[in-house]
């Protein structure tokens, strides 16, 4: 048995109004060419959902309006899965913003499954370049290079560094970028170990796909190991949101924890609201209050047991929990989508949030 750690967010501010949010993620699909072990939702080849222009448009300018109402910069960038999975939409939705004056695209992360060609990346780039992006973020790890091939990863890092200039290209990880290896060549039980290494350099945040396939390999606790460490600095401080295909705003850094619509709210509307009303939002108000140690203590009114082998962190216990209340439909305004959960899509799903992304012309 592990004693409880203390909370590092102990000294701050436990109530209170939401920081004004300055950095956004479009999550423009939850399609992606890869099923990483380190993905924070579940994005596969079997996945959609899709932010269309109107709503990408709509969702930006009222970040924009929202950062602008108190004297802020709003920074976007345009994420996935995979967004270079529908090339025109993702060229779509960069031009119509900077013809509409709204604020400059901050960076687009990619994969780089896409990079087939020297000549492919060179045009796609120097058209991002041209509507204003200002960095690339291309990910490298033993995770993804399951499922693309390093030498795209290598080609789209070399030809956007002369597009764009050595400074904005970014790579996650150098580290890895500077000695890869094929994961796909390695047995399983060394891959694991891979793994493990990885984390180790690299601590990622074990929601989704990660908190599935990844929390296994870091040493576990039981859950009152993470009692009192509540979660106001990620939900309440964050000035960072992501907003998924539906158009759901989720905290920064926990994908799945639903802070409201933005295609049923403009955001600067949805922000006021969440101001005065988090508290009656059952899951904000555990975690603020009491991180998801507390969530728990709520769970276990609905049948939640703690898992035997304890979790890894704080975060792989919310997963945990949040999916447990998302398979039997608690809470629904609280946790979702399935995407964030690995579970189906229920039948009851408005039609207009099934789009399924499936033009992927590359
Ligand atoms: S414990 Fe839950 S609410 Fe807190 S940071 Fe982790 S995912 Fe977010």
């Not at 045009?123 to 693309?148: K, P």
């Not at 507390?294 to 047991?305: C, D, S, T, V, W």
Request: with cysteine; charged share 25%; hydrophobic share 40%.
């Amino acid at each position: 048995m592990t004693a409880p750690r203390q909370s590092p967010f102990a000294s701050e501010q436990r109530d209170g109004a939401p920081a004004v949010w300055e950095f956004a993620g479009l999550l423009l699909t939850y399609w992606c060419n890869a099923r990483c072990a380190l993905c924070c939702v579940y994005s596969s080849p079997r996945r959609g959902g899709r932010l269309d222009l109107p709503d990408a448009l709509r969702v930006w300018r009222g970040l924009d309006e929202l950062a602008a109402a108190h004297d802020r910069q709003m920074r976007i960038h345009l994420s996935g899965g995979e967004p270079f999975g529908d090339w025109p939409h993702l060229l779509s939705i960069v031009r119509a913003a900077r013809d509409a004056g709204l604020s400059r695209l901050e960076k687009v992360e990619t994969n780089a499954f896409w990079a087939t060609s020297d000549a492919l990346v060179r045009v796609r780039l120097e058209q991002l370049d041209a509507l204003g992006m200002e960095r690339l973020v291309v990910s490298s790890d033993v995770y993804h290079q399951r499922f693309v091939p390093f030498e795209r990863v290598r080609r789209c890092v070399e030809v956007g560094r002369q597009v764009l200039g050595r400074g904005r290209v970014r790579v996650r990880w150098w580290d890895f970028y500077r000695r890869p290896l094929d994961p796909q060549a390695l047995p399983p039980a060394r891959r694991l170990r891979c793994y493990a290494a990885a984390l180790r350099r690299h601590r990622e945040r074990l929601t989704g796909r990660a908190a599935d396939r990844l929390a296994r390999l870091l040493p576990r606790h039981p859950a009152e190991h993470f009692r009192d460490q509540h979660c106001t600095a990620q939900i309440l401080q964050s000035r960072h949101v992501h907003i998924g295909p539906y158009g759901h705003v989720f905290p920064g850094v926990c994908n799945g924890i639903i802070l409201g619509n933005a295609l049923r709210e403009r955001i600067p509307v949805l922000w006021s609201r969440l101001a005065t009303d988090w508290e009656r939002n059952p899951v904000l108000a555990a975690v603020v209050r009491g991180g998801s140690y507390a969530l728990l203590q709520r769970a276990r009114e609905f049948g939640y047991r703690e898992l035997e082998r304890g979790y890894a962190d704080r975060c792989h216990l919310c997963h945990h929990v949040r999916r447990f209340l998302h398979a039997r439909g608690i809470w629904p305004e609280c946790i979702g989508p399935a995407e964030c959960y690995g579970s189906r899509r229920p039948r009851s799903e408005p039609a207009h949030e099934l789009t399924a992304g499936s033009q992927r012309n590359n």
